[in-house]
Protein backbone atom coordinates (compact mmCIF):
# COMPACT_ATOMS: atom_id res chain seq x y z
CA UNK A 1 0.00 0.00 0.00
CA UNK A 2 1.74 3.23 -1.46
CA UNK A 3 0.79 6.49 -0.05
CA UNK A 4 0.70 9.86 -1.55
CA UNK A 5 -1.75 12.13 -0.02
CA UNK A 6 -4.86 13.59 -1.11
CA UNK A 7 -8.32 14.29 0.45
CA UNK A 8 -8.23 10.67 1.51
CA UNK A 9 -5.19 11.13 3.90
CA UNK A 10 -6.46 14.95 5.16
CA UNK A 11 -6.95 16.79 7.98
CA UNK A 12 -8.28 20.24 8.76
CA UNK A 13 -6.13 23.41 9.43
CA UNK A 14 -6.88 27.09 9.75
CA UNK A 15 -5.54 27.05 6.36
CA UNK A 16 -7.94 24.29 4.80
CA UNK A 17 -7.50 20.41 4.39
CA UNK A 18 -4.11 19.10 4.80
CA UNK A 19 -2.89 15.57 3.86
CA UNK A 20 -1.51 14.21 7.35
CA UNK A 21 -2.64 10.56 7.71
CA UNK A 22 -0.30 7.86 6.61
CA UNK A 23 -1.06 5.14 4.66
CA UNK A 24 -0.90 2.46 7.89
CA UNK A 25 -3.14 4.97 9.63
CA UNK A 26 -5.74 5.17 6.91
CA UNK A 27 -6.46 1.14 6.35
CA UNK A 28 -6.33 1.00 10.17
CA UNK A 29 -9.75 2.82 9.72
CA UNK A 30 -11.14 0.22 7.24
CA UNK A 31 -13.16 -2.89 9.43
CA UNK A 32 -11.56 -6.57 8.14
CA UNK A 33 -9.14 -5.06 6.10
CA UNK A 34 -6.79 -8.05 8.17
CA UNK A 35 -8.65 -10.72 6.68
CA UNK A 36 -8.55 -9.63 3.14
CA UNK A 37 -5.00 -9.33 2.93
CA UNK A 38 -1.49 -8.78 4.85
CA UNK A 39 -0.72 -5.24 3.81
CA UNK A 40 3.03 -3.59 3.75
CA UNK A 41 3.18 0.00 3.89
CA UNK A 42 4.89 2.60 2.51
CA UNK A 43 4.43 6.62 2.29
CA UNK A 44 5.99 8.14 -0.66
CA UNK A 45 5.18 11.34 0.12
CA UNK A 46 2.04 12.95 1.46
CA UNK A 47 0.93 15.93 -0.92
CA UNK A 48 -2.42 17.72 -2.36
CA UNK A 49 -2.48 15.89 -5.75
CA UNK A 50 -2.90 19.47 -7.52
CA UNK A 51 1.16 18.94 -6.21
CA UNK A 52 1.47 15.77 -7.80
CA UNK A 53 3.38 15.41 -11.87
CA UNK A 54 6.01 14.02 -13.71
CA UNK A 55 8.41 13.52 -11.15
CA UNK A 56 6.02 11.45 -8.55
CA UNK A 57 4.84 9.38 -11.21
CA UNK A 58 8.18 8.18 -11.82
CA UNK A 59 8.78 7.92 -8.38
CA UNK A 60 5.78 5.44 -7.63
CA UNK A 61 6.43 3.43 -11.16
CA UNK A 62 9.81 3.15 -9.49
CA UNK A 63 8.57 1.82 -6.45
CA UNK A 64 6.48 -0.72 -7.58
CA UNK A 65 9.01 -1.91 -9.76
CA UNK A 66 11.32 -1.98 -6.90
CA UNK A 67 9.04 -4.42 -5.21
CA UNK A 68 7.07 -5.88 -7.89
CA UNK A 69 8.13 -9.55 -7.03
CA UNK A 70 7.79 -9.20 -3.29
CA UNK A 71 3.23 -8.57 -3.39
CA UNK A 72 0.62 -9.94 -5.34
CA UNK A 73 -0.82 -6.68 -5.95
CA UNK A 74 -0.41 -2.43 -5.09
CA UNK A 75 -2.80 -0.19 -3.67
CA UNK A 76 -1.71 3.46 -4.37
CA UNK A 77 -3.90 6.32 -2.27
CA UNK A 78 -4.09 9.23 -3.95
CA UNK A 79 -5.96 12.93 -4.39
CA UNK A 80 -8.81 12.76 -6.72
CA UNK A 81 -7.70 15.70 -8.54
CA UNK A 82 -4.69 14.48 -10.81
CA UNK A 83 -5.72 10.93 -10.24
CA UNK A 84 -6.67 10.59 -13.67
CA UNK A 85 -3.65 11.60 -15.17
CA UNK A 86 -2.05 9.60 -12.40
CA UNK A 87 -3.48 6.27 -13.72
CA UNK A 88 -2.70 7.02 -17.17
CA UNK A 89 0.63 7.77 -16.87
CA UNK A 90 1.01 4.69 -14.78
CA UNK A 91 -0.50 2.45 -17.62
CA UNK A 92 2.04 3.92 -19.60
CA UNK A 93 5.15 3.47 -17.58
CA UNK A 94 3.97 0.19 -15.95
CA UNK A 95 2.77 -1.80 -19.02
CA UNK A 96 1.68 -5.48 -19.18
CA UNK A 97 1.49 -6.10 -15.64
CA UNK A 98 -0.16 -9.20 -14.76
CA UNK A 99 -0.90 -8.13 -10.96
CA UNK A 100 -3.44 -5.27 -9.98
CA UNK A 101 -1.96 -1.89 -9.16
CA UNK A 102 -4.97 -0.29 -8.01
CA UNK A 103 -5.42 3.94 -7.01
CA UNK A 104 -8.40 5.44 -4.86
CA UNK A 105 -9.08 8.37 -2.81
CA UNK A 106 -12.02 9.97 -1.49
CA UNK A 107 -14.17 12.78 -2.09
CA UNK A 108 -14.35 13.19 1.89
CA UNK A 109 -11.16 12.96 4.61
CA UNK A 110 -11.59 9.52 6.36
CA UNK A 111 -11.72 11.48 9.48
CA UNK A 112 -15.13 12.79 8.71
CA UNK A 113 -18.19 12.03 10.27
CA UNK A 114 -19.98 11.18 6.76
CA UNK A 115 -16.64 10.01 4.45
CA UNK A 116 -16.64 7.70 0.92
CA UNK A 117 -13.21 7.08 2.06
CA UNK A 118 -13.73 3.65 3.90
CA UNK A 119 -15.77 2.19 1.30
CA UNK A 120 -12.87 3.22 -1.46
CA UNK A 121 -10.72 1.23 0.70
CA UNK A 122 -12.72 -1.42 1.42
CA UNK A 123 -13.34 -1.85 -2.22
CA UNK A 124 -9.59 -1.17 -3.63
CA UNK A 125 -8.51 -4.19 -1.37
CA UNK A 126 -11.58 -6.31 -2.66
CA UNK A 127 -10.58 -5.89 -5.92
CA UNK A 128 -7.12 -6.05 -5.41
CA UNK A 129 -6.77 -9.10 -3.47
CA UNK A 130 -9.83 -10.70 -6.39
CA UNK A 131 -7.38 -11.20 -8.57
CA UNK A 132 -9.43 -11.00 -11.42
CA UNK A 133 -6.75 -8.19 -13.56
CA UNK A 134 -3.58 -7.05 -13.96
CA UNK A 135 -2.72 -3.29 -15.09
CA UNK A 136 -4.16 -0.26 -13.51
CA UNK A 137 -7.19 0.74 -12.39
CA UNK A 138 -9.17 3.01 -10.36
CA UNK A 139 -11.30 2.03 -7.72
CA UNK A 140 -14.14 4.55 -7.20
CA UNK A 141 -17.92 4.69 -5.62
CA UNK A 142 -18.18 0.72 -6.44
CA UNK A 143 -16.62 0.79 -9.71
CA UNK A 144 -13.17 -0.55 -11.16
CA UNK A 145 -11.89 1.56 -13.98
CA UNK A 146 -9.21 1.01 -16.63
CA UNK A 147 -6.51 3.75 -15.81
CA UNK A 148 -6.55 5.16 -19.31
CA UNK A 149 -10.17 5.45 -19.09
CA UNK A 150 -10.89 7.59 -16.13
CA UNK A 151 -12.01 10.72 -15.81
CA UNK A 152 -12.88 13.30 -12.55
CA UNK A 153 -16.14 14.11 -13.63
CA UNK A 154 -17.83 15.45 -10.56
CA UNK A 155 -16.13 17.93 -7.84
CA UNK A 156 -17.95 17.05 -5.04
CA UNK A 157 -19.96 14.01 -5.69
CA UNK A 158 -18.88 10.39 -4.27
CA UNK A 159 -19.76 9.39 -7.87
CA UNK A 160 -16.63 11.28 -9.15
CA UNK A 161 -15.53 8.92 -11.47
CA UNK A 162 -16.42 7.86 -14.96
CA UNK A 163 -15.40 5.44 -17.98
CA UNK A 164 -14.51 7.90 -20.94
CA UNK A 165 -15.44 6.11 -24.23
CA UNK A 166 -14.93 2.70 -22.78
CA UNK A 167 -17.12 0.12 -20.45
CA UNK A 168 -16.50 0.44 -16.81
CA UNK A 169 -14.29 -2.72 -16.04
CA UNK A 170 -16.09 -4.52 -13.27
CA UNK A 171 -18.75 -3.08 -10.24
CA UNK A 172 -17.79 -3.87 -6.57
CA UNK A 173 -21.05 -4.67 -4.46
CA UNK A 174 -20.31 -5.21 -1.10
CA UNK A 175 -18.43 -9.10 -1.05
CA UNK A 176 -19.37 -9.59 -4.91
CA UNK A 177 -17.39 -8.49 -7.81
CA UNK A 178 -18.88 -8.16 -11.34
CA UNK A 179 -16.64 -8.12 -14.10
CA UNK A 180 -18.06 -6.66 -16.94
CA UNK A 181 -14.65 -7.31 -19.32
CA UNK A 182 -12.43 -10.51 -19.73
CA UNK A 183 -9.27 -10.58 -17.73
CA UNK A 184 -7.28 -8.62 -20.32
CA UNK A 185 -4.54 -11.38 -21.70
CA UNK A 186 -0.71 -10.10 -20.07
CA UNK A 187 2.83 -10.73 -21.00
CA UNK A 188 4.61 -12.96 -18.16
CA UNK A 189 6.77 -10.05 -18.05
CA UNK A 190 5.59 -6.63 -17.21
CA UNK A 191 7.65 -3.71 -19.24
CA UNK A 192 9.01 -0.71 -16.66
CA UNK A 193 9.94 2.78 -17.88
CA UNK A 194 11.30 4.96 -15.84
CA UNK A 195 11.65 8.83 -18.05
CA UNK A 196 8.82 10.98 -19.09
CA UNK A 197 9.17 14.06 -21.34
CA UNK A 198 7.83 17.67 -19.64
CA UNK A 199 8.13 19.12 -23.25
CA UNK A 200 3.91 18.57 -23.69
CA UNK A 201 1.60 21.68 -23.89
CA UNK A 202 -2.10 21.70 -23.90
CA UNK A 203 -3.99 24.50 -25.71
CA UNK A 204 -7.79 24.93 -24.86
CA UNK A 205 -9.52 26.84 -28.34
CA UNK A 206 -12.15 29.32 -27.75
CA UNK A 207 -13.51 31.89 -29.93
CA UNK A 208 -11.37 34.54 -30.05
CA UNK A 209 -7.86 32.98 -29.55
CA UNK A 210 -4.97 34.87 -30.53
CA UNK A 211 -3.53 32.30 -33.16
CA UNK A 212 0.04 33.64 -31.79
CA UNK A 213 -0.05 31.60 -28.55
CA UNK A 214 1.02 28.71 -31.09
CA UNK A 215 4.27 30.89 -32.08
CA UNK A 216 4.90 30.32 -27.79
CA UNK A 217 4.18 26.63 -28.04
CA UNK A 218 6.68 26.04 -30.95
CA UNK A 219 9.56 27.48 -28.86
CA UNK A 220 8.81 25.76 -25.81
CA UNK A 221 7.33 22.36 -26.44
CA UNK A 222 7.74 19.46 -28.93
CA UNK A 223 4.22 18.49 -28.75
CA UNK A 224 1.15 20.00 -28.43
CA UNK A 225 -2.20 18.69 -28.27
CA UNK A 226 -5.21 21.08 -28.94
CA UNK A 227 -8.18 21.11 -27.32
CA UNK A 228 -10.36 21.38 -30.79
CA UNK A 229 -14.65 21.92 -30.87
CA UNK A 230 -16.60 18.84 -31.65
CA UNK A 231 -15.32 16.64 -33.32
CA UNK A 232 -12.36 18.38 -34.65
CA UNK A 233 -12.62 21.88 -35.38
CA UNK A 234 -10.19 24.21 -36.08
CA UNK A 235 -11.04 28.30 -36.49
CA UNK A 236 -10.05 29.10 -40.30
CA UNK A 237 -10.20 33.22 -41.26
CA UNK A 238 -9.06 34.69 -44.19
CA UNK A 239 -5.67 33.94 -43.97
CA UNK A 240 -5.88 30.81 -42.71
CA UNK A 241 -3.53 31.72 -39.60
CA UNK A 242 -4.36 28.70 -37.24
CA UNK A 243 -4.01 25.82 -40.33
CA UNK A 244 -0.78 28.25 -40.83
CA UNK A 245 0.70 27.90 -37.18
CA UNK A 246 -0.03 24.40 -37.27
CA UNK A 247 1.74 23.96 -40.70
CA UNK A 248 4.66 25.60 -38.89
CA UNK A 249 4.60 23.55 -35.96
CA UNK A 250 4.62 20.28 -37.97
CA UNK A 251 7.30 21.78 -40.39
CA UNK A 252 9.53 22.41 -37.42
CA UNK A 253 8.92 18.22 -36.34
CA UNK A 254 6.44 19.26 -33.76
CA UNK A 255 4.24 16.54 -32.88
CA UNK A 256 0.37 17.95 -33.33
CA UNK A 257 -2.47 15.83 -31.81
CA UNK A 258 -6.09 17.29 -32.58
CA UNK A 259 -8.25 16.26 -29.69
CA UNK A 260 -11.95 17.24 -28.98
CA UNK A 261 -13.18 19.40 -26.09
CA UNK A 262 -16.44 17.27 -25.87
CA UNK A 263 -15.73 14.50 -23.53
CA UNK A 264 -17.77 11.91 -24.74
CA UNK A 265 -17.14 10.33 -27.85
CA UNK A 266 -14.24 11.68 -29.47
CA UNK A 267 -12.32 13.29 -32.52
CA UNK A 268 -12.98 12.65 -36.13
CA UNK A 269 -11.68 15.52 -37.64
CA UNK A 270 -12.51 14.30 -41.11
CA UNK A 271 -15.48 15.22 -40.99
CA UNK A 272 -15.70 18.54 -41.74
CA UNK A 273 -14.15 20.73 -43.34
CA UNK A 274 -12.53 22.51 -41.08
CA UNK A 275 -10.62 19.61 -39.42
CA UNK A 276 -10.19 17.85 -42.34
CA UNK A 277 -7.30 20.22 -43.66
CA UNK A 278 -5.48 20.20 -40.16
CA UNK A 279 -5.25 16.37 -40.60
CA UNK A 280 -4.63 15.81 -44.46
CA UNK A 281 -2.99 18.74 -45.28
CA UNK A 282 -0.55 19.61 -42.18
CA UNK A 283 0.09 16.17 -40.54
CA UNK A 284 -1.46 16.98 -37.36
CA UNK A 285 -2.56 13.59 -36.16
CA UNK A 286 -6.05 12.82 -33.81
CA UNK A 287 -6.78 11.54 -30.55
CA UNK A 288 -9.64 10.07 -31.58
CA UNK A 289 -11.37 8.25 -28.04
CA UNK A 290 -8.62 8.69 -25.93
CA UNK A 291 -8.65 10.75 -22.74
CA UNK A 292 -7.15 14.16 -22.82
CA UNK A 293 -5.45 12.59 -19.47
CA UNK A 294 -4.33 9.52 -21.86
CA UNK A 295 -3.47 11.54 -24.37
CA UNK A 296 -0.68 13.95 -22.72
CA UNK A 297 0.81 11.56 -20.67
CA UNK A 298 1.22 9.08 -23.76
CA UNK A 299 2.52 11.95 -25.42
CA UNK A 300 5.46 12.50 -22.46
CA UNK A 301 6.09 8.71 -22.66
CA UNK A 302 6.46 8.57 -25.96
CA UNK A 303 8.81 11.83 -26.23
CA UNK A 304 11.04 9.91 -23.61
CA UNK A 305 11.90 7.33 -26.01
CA UNK A 306 12.14 9.15 -29.44
CA UNK A 307 12.08 12.28 -31.57
CA UNK A 308 11.61 10.62 -34.57
CA UNK A 309 8.14 12.01 -36.08
CA UNK A 310 7.02 8.27 -37.82
CA UNK A 311 7.80 6.59 -34.41
CA UNK A 312 5.88 9.21 -32.67
CA UNK A 313 3.01 9.00 -35.23
CA UNK A 314 3.34 5.53 -35.15
CA UNK A 315 3.43 4.70 -31.19
CA UNK A 316 0.56 6.86 -30.53
CA UNK A 317 -2.11 5.56 -32.23
CA UNK A 318 -0.80 1.75 -31.06
CA UNK A 319 -3.45 1.23 -28.15
CA UNK A 320 -1.87 0.56 -24.86
CA UNK A 321 -3.54 -0.69 -22.20
CA UNK A 322 -7.25 -0.34 -23.51
CA UNK A 323 -6.53 3.91 -24.00
CA UNK A 324 -7.49 4.08 -27.98
CA UNK A 325 -9.58 1.74 -29.91
CA UNK A 326 -9.39 -0.14 -32.67
CA UNK A 327 -12.26 0.04 -35.47
CA UNK A 328 -13.26 -1.16 -38.65
CA UNK A 329 -13.87 0.43 -41.66
CA UNK A 330 -16.36 -0.67 -44.05
CA UNK A 331 -16.74 1.93 -46.66
Not at 9 to 24: F, I, V
Not at 106 to 130: H, I, Y
Not at 194 to 203: E, M, N, P, T, Y
Not at 279 to 291: E, F, G, K, P, V
Request: glycine share 8%; with cysteine; proline share 4%.
Amino acid sequence: MIGTGGTIACKQTEEGLLPAQSSEELLSAVPGAGELCDAEFCQLFNLDSTNIGRIHWIAIAKKIQEEYDRYDGFLITHGTDTMAYTASALSYLIQDADKPIVITGSQRPMGEFVTDAGKNLQDSLRFVCAGIAGGVYIVFDGKALIGTRARKVRTKSTAAFESINYPTFAFIDGNRIFPYLGKPRRAKTPKFYDALSDRVCLIKLFPGIRPDIFDYAAEHYDAIVIESYGVGGIPQDAEDSYLAKIERLTSMNKTVVIASQVMLEGSDADVYEVGYRSIHNYHALQSYDMTIEAAITKLMWILAQTGDAEKIRRLFLTPVSHDISHWVDMS
